[in-house]
């Protein structure tokens, strides 16, 4: 029973790491979510405890929120003491979720009429702990208004209530005078965050390459990369400064690029790319990774070139932290800038390939999808383990960046430790919760890393 509850789990874990409801390459979106979904429930129905726990881990913000709102919805179902802890649990992980997502989870619970007491607090600390309450009330008024009322708050501020319920002639507040002014004086507009003022932009009809000019200085880091593209249409230049980039972000920012793009701004996006890895601490000594480059690592319309802008941020995270290290795609290109999504997937190949370099780690960054032959990178990993190498001197961990719907888990590679991975700069963590898949670990060892993450998450 504990080897089934800690399969569970880590099946669990893989999903929420990997999964955002969102079409994959192999799976349409609705199956994604139909899977999800179930999974959730019956996690919840089975393992409460480990469930909440998993607030704790690297998982993403959709299942963060998934999770918030299962807790919030069923608070009847628990006792006090767990009511307590996935209290702290939800409260500290929304501060770390985007607030756009937040606020999702809010007018969720609004429609299902979820008003317990526990989840009122909730709403009421994490809006009293927002850096500029003014700048939500402006980007995010209709469901802030309707969070505000659900948990029976008043806003903070003396013009906060009369800007989200009344209306005034006007405001001292900057941000909300502007958003007044907006209505009528262009000027106002660009004193207004990006994304309110497009809207303003379009309802006075304003020029899209004069306004992108004088957006620009409002845009965040995320707005400029996104827009670039746009801005060029336009022959406006928006200035996006990648030494602060996220490490998968900028992989994706890198690959959405043209090949003579990347080709001309080489020394700079390397750099960019090397600076963000550099970021993540930690020794790793002789590592050799297989990296899939093959067609299905273009993602979906939803989710394009995720799995390879994955690979590409791993290849740069593993330059980083090894002492030394052979990076080997499976198209077989040296070059990881110009790399693109291409041709079949020869897994067992290059990993033939990566075992004669003798590495201290084999890191396999792959959907899992072994097609040429179909099966060899399974059985040439099952002869090292049993005939080459008995005593695992080489740790071996596949890093799976796609959701398999149909199995409720990351696809896997025989019996080699799988674990789902979504950013680059979680992999170290990863890596070390990886040997729980492997078998050789049993439930007591599991729970024990759960509450030491807990612990480290709620202090921290």
């Excluded at 006075?204 to 670039?228: C, G, N, S, W, Y």
């Excluded at 680059?424 to 599991?446: K, M, Q, S």
Aim: with cysteine.
């Amino acid at each position: 029973m504990d080897r089934v509850t800690a399969e569970d789990m880590l099946m669990f874990v893989n999903a929420a790491i990997t999964s955002s409801g969102q079409r994959e390459f192999h799976s349409a979106a609705q199956h994604q979510r139909l899977s999800l979904d179930f999974l959730h429930e019956y996690m919840i129905g089975n393992y409460r405890d480990l469930y909440a726990a998993a607030l704790a881990l690297d998982i993403n913000d959709h299942n963060a929120t998934l999770i918030a709102y299962r807790l919030l919805a069923t608070s009847g179902d628990t006792d006090l003491e767990q009511r307590r802890l996935e209290g702290r649990l939800i409260g500290k992980r929304l501060r770390l979720v985007a607030p756009q997502r937040v606020y999702g989870l809010f007018r969720r619970l609004r429609r299902s009429r979820v008003n317990n007491r526990r989840t009122r607090a909730i709403i009421r600390d994490w809006l009293a702990s927002r850096p500029d309450p003014a700048f939500d009330a402006v980007k995010y008024r209709t469901t802030l208004k309707q969070a505000v009322r659900h948990a029976h708050l008043t806003p903070a501020g003396e013009e906060l209530g009369p800007f989200l319920f009344a209306g005034r002639t006007r405001y001292d507040t900057p941000i909300l005078e502007s958003w007044r002014r907006a209505h009528y004086e262009h000027a106002a507009i660009y004193d207004l965050p990006y994304t309110v003022a497009e809207g303003f932009a379009a309802k006075h009809k304003i020029d899209r390459a004069t306004f992108l000019e004088r957006i620009a200085p409002r845009m965040t880091r995320v707005e400029r990369l996104r827009l670039q593209e746009s801005a060029s249409r336009n022959d406006v230049e928006v200035a996006a400064d990648l030494s602060a980039m996220p490490l998968t972000r900028l992989a994706s920012y890198v690959l959405s690029l043209p090949l003579s793009v990347r080709a001309q701004r080489r020394d700079e996006l390397t750099g960019a790319l090397r600076a963000a890895a550099s970021r993540t601490s930690g020794r790793w000594g002789r590592v050799v990774a297989v990296l899939d480059d093959s067609f299905s690592a273009s993602g979906s319309g939803q989710k394009r070139r995720r799995p390879l802008a994955v690979a590409l941020a791993c290849h740069y995270l593993f330059e980083a932290l090894a002492d030394r290290y052979v990076p080997l795609w499976t198209s077989g290109r040296t070059d990881a800038l110009m790399t693109y999504p291409f041709g079949v997937t020869p897994l067992g190949e290059r990993i033939l390939d990566a075992l004669e370099h003798r590495p201290d780690r084999l890191v396999i960054v792959s959907d899992g999808w072994d097609n040429a032959p179909d099966g060899l990178a399974a059985e040439v990993l099952r002869v090292w383990r049993a005939r080459l190498d008995p005593r695992h001197e080489v740790g071996i961990v596949h890093l799976n960046p796609e959701y398999d719907a149909d199995t409720f888990d990351v696809k896997r590679l025989g019996h080699v430790p799988t674990v789902g991975v979504r950013d680059a700069e979680d992999v170290p963590a990863l890596v070390e919760f990886a040997r729980f898949t492997e078998g050789r670990t049993g439930l007591a060892e599991l729970r024990a890393h759960f509450d030491d993450r807990i612990a480290r998450f709620l202090e921290g």
